[in-house]
C-alpha cells in the first residue's frame, strides 16, 4: 500500500513569496490533516478535511494561508504572501473514518525556507 | 486546555544502554496516547498507543503505560540500537481526532 505522498520535498523562497504544497493521501481515507512543524516544536494541526469538507481550521492564519481538497483525495495547501515565520516543515497526514480512525499515517513532509 | 510535556534533548546514549524518555499530559477526561517517532529524513510513523488507563502499548522493543494516577505515559526500551537514533514524539487525541503534540526529544545512540 503507498503512502502519503507530498511535493515538494524542499522549498526555498524569499519573503512575500507565494508558494503551494501538495499532498496525496492514502487511497481511501476520508479525512485529511496538514500540520505545521517549526524547528524544535512538535506538529501543530492547520487544518482537517473529511472529503471536501473543513471540518477544522482554526489555527489557520487564513490572511495568509489557504487549504482545498477538491474531490475529496488530493489536497493542496498555499500560503501567499508568505513570512519569515512560515519557515517550518509543513506535514499532510490521512487516516480512515470508523473504529481505526485514530491512526494517522504521515507523509515526509516539505520543508519550506522563506527568506 | 489539553497538552503534553516531553523532557529536553537531545539524550545521548550508548548502544545497549536503558531508554527512558518522560512524558505528561494535561487533558480533559482520558484521551488515548501514542508515541511517534520521526527518523532522518522520514515522516512520523506510529510507534506505539494506549487507549485506556493502565494499557501497556508496545513495539520493536519499546513500551509505554498509560498512568492515569500520574498523568504520565513514559516512553522505555531495555537495550538501545544506534537505529533507534530519531526524534519521538508524545501526543493526545482530543474530540474530532485531532493530534496534540510535545515537542519532541532528540535520541541520539553511539555505538
Known amino acids: 500500500e503507498a503512502g502519503v505522498a507530498q511535493s515538494p520535498r524542499y522549498k526555498i523562497i524569499e519573503k512575500r513569496q507565494s508558494v503551494a504544497f501538495w499532498c496525496n493521501p492514502i487511497?481511501?481515507?476520508?479525512?485529511l490533516y496538514w500540520y505545521q512543524q517549526i524547528l524544535g516544536q512538535g506538529p501543530k494541526l492547520l487544518i482537517q478535511f473529511q472529503n471536501n469538507g473543513v471540518v477544522d481550521d482554526s489555527q489557520l492564519p487564513k490572511d495568509r494561508f489557504s487549504a482545498e481538497r477538491l474531490k475529496g483525495v488530493d489536497s493542496t495547501l498555499k500560503i501567499q504572501p508568505a513570512k519569515l515565520e512560515d519557515s517550518a516543515v509543513y506535514l499532510c497526514?490521512?487516516?480512515?473514518?470508523?473504529?481505526?480512525?485514530?491512526?494517522?499515517?504521515f507523509g515526509p513532509g516539505t520543508r519550506l525556507t522563506v527568506t | 486546555g489539553n497538552s503534553v510535556t516531553q523532557m529536553e534533548g537531545p539524550v545521548t546514549l550508548s548502544e545497549e544502554a536503558f531508554l527512558t524518555i518522560n512524558c505528561t499530559y494535561t487533558?480533559?477526561?482520558?484521551?488515548?496516547l501514542f508515541w511517534y517517532v520521526q527518523y532522518p529524513g522520514e515522516g512520523l510513523q506510529l510507534l506505539l498507543k494506549?487507549?485506556?488507563?493502565?494499557d501497556k502499548g508496545s513495539n520493536k522493543g519499546f513500551e509505554a503505560t498509560y498512568r492515569k494516577e500520574t498523568t504520565s505515559f513514559h516512553l522505555e526500551k531495555g537495550s538501545v540500537q544506534v537505529s533507534d537514533s530519531a526524534v519521538y514524539f508524545c501526543?493526545?487525541?482530543?474530540?474530532?481526532?485531532?493530534?496534540?503534540f510535545g515537542a519532541g526529544t532528540i535520541l541520539r545512540v553511539k555505538s
Open positions: 497526514a490521512s487516516s480512515l473514518l470508523g473504529s481505526k480512525s485514530y491512526e494517522q499515517y
Open positions: 494506549a487507549t485506556k488507563a493502565d
Open positions: 501526543a493526545l487525541i482530543v474530540p474530532g481526532n485531532k493530534l496534540v
Open positions: 487511497s481511501g481515507h476520508a479525512t
Open positions: 487533558a480533559t477526561g482520558y484521551p488515548s
